[in-house]
């Protein structure tokens, strides 16, 4: 196609858009008066729009691309999968690829996670989690066990059942009628502490609250539901160390199953290739998706232990069965992706990369703190959030109307970067495969445009 070509057809779709598609997590009035950026293609770090002009990818299309986009490998594996088998069902039938992944996921995942069962999003990987871990305790007799500790500021999804044990209160707030009861331990939110504690001199007393809450429910929770290493959607907020460590010994003390939602965390983003190993822990239960399939089509699976899976064992008119499956459960295609992507983990020593990209990411932020706006810097592995404030000194946020994330978002765009903010937090989570160039641009197009939105004077301290 002619570049005019290319551009009638750009238009005709921003105006198809506009008129038919309705966008997530977006106030549609805003957008339709905005001018859609349309992608047609990717290549490697890049996203490339109907014009053809190309963008680094700097939350990875939402936190799931890892090798970067149109690898060969996993193309082709999903290409040859889709010749031979496009879907069956899990209810009732088993298929080539499902079986090879789960045995591949039982082989890396944090030791005792010995069963996987799959679905398609992050949201039901948490779903089946919460319901499992519930079904657990009234098959073992503990029919008063109906809650779920989780924590101020996490996320984990957008079904019912994940908002209700998620701590946003924005997404809370108009759904709280339909939400089950979920009681929550502060977020480790260091630069904010919700304990008007300092990091120094704390001694992790968010861990002591997060104590006295088990102590307080003990017998009614089925588990504690937590993001290990980073609250993602909450902002990036960056645990302290030895806090998962903590959680997960206390959990355990008091004999209450551990849920690990590492749908954003896994698949190397933190630096591990599960944030729990990083900390040397097992869950009972371990949510993932986002990442798993590279980020190429949409897959989840919850994994759990024996001792949660022998649980659900009885006469068939016993009906311990799981009463849970989605339509696509074990979808072969995505699980031939995932298997894909799980050996480029190997081939292209991806782990290593992502440990030289995180330094060079710690290098690139550091020089954020000179600017007179940027509050605080959070990274973990190649997961980084940069809060924006306006008042430095007193920590004060924006008013929502200054729309400063979005402002510093349209600032990259005019930079050639795609970016995707929480609130006035400017994530970079680049694919993990990503170059030191692209990355160093990357993180200079992100200095830039936040010092095209909020100013350049120099900080004061
Ligand atoms: C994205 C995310 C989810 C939800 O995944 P979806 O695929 O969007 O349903 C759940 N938990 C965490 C930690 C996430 O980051």
Redesign the pocket.
Known sequence: MSNDAHHAAGRDLARLDKEYVWHPFTQMRDWMEGEPLIIERGEGPYLVDVEGKRYIDGVSSL?VIVHGHGKREIVEAIQAQAATLCHSTLLGLANVPSVLLAEKLVGIAPPGLSRVFYSD??????EIALKMAYQYWQHRGEKKRTLFLSFKNG????TLG?VSVGGIDLFHKVYCPLLFRSPKAPSPYCYRCPLRLEPDTCGMACVEAFEQQVKKYRDRLCAVII?PAVQ??GGMIVQPEGFLTRIRRIAAEHGILFIA?E???GFGRTGDLFACLGAGISPDFL?L??GITGGYLPL?ATMTTNEVFKGFLGEFEDFKTFFHGHTYTGNPVACAAAIASLRLFETESVMERVTAASRLMAAGLKRLHELPHVGDVRQKGCMAGIELVADKKRKRPYRPAEKVGQQVVAEARKRGVILRPLGDVIVLMPPLAIEDNVLEELLSVTYESIRAVTGAGPAKA
Do not use: F, L
């Not at 999003?121 to 948490?126: A, L």
């Not at 996320?155 to 957008?158: A, I």
């Open positions: 936190w999003n992050g949201s039901t990987s948490v996320y984990h999804g957008d994940a993001e993602g959607a939602d749908v954003a965390t949510c998706s986002k989840a």
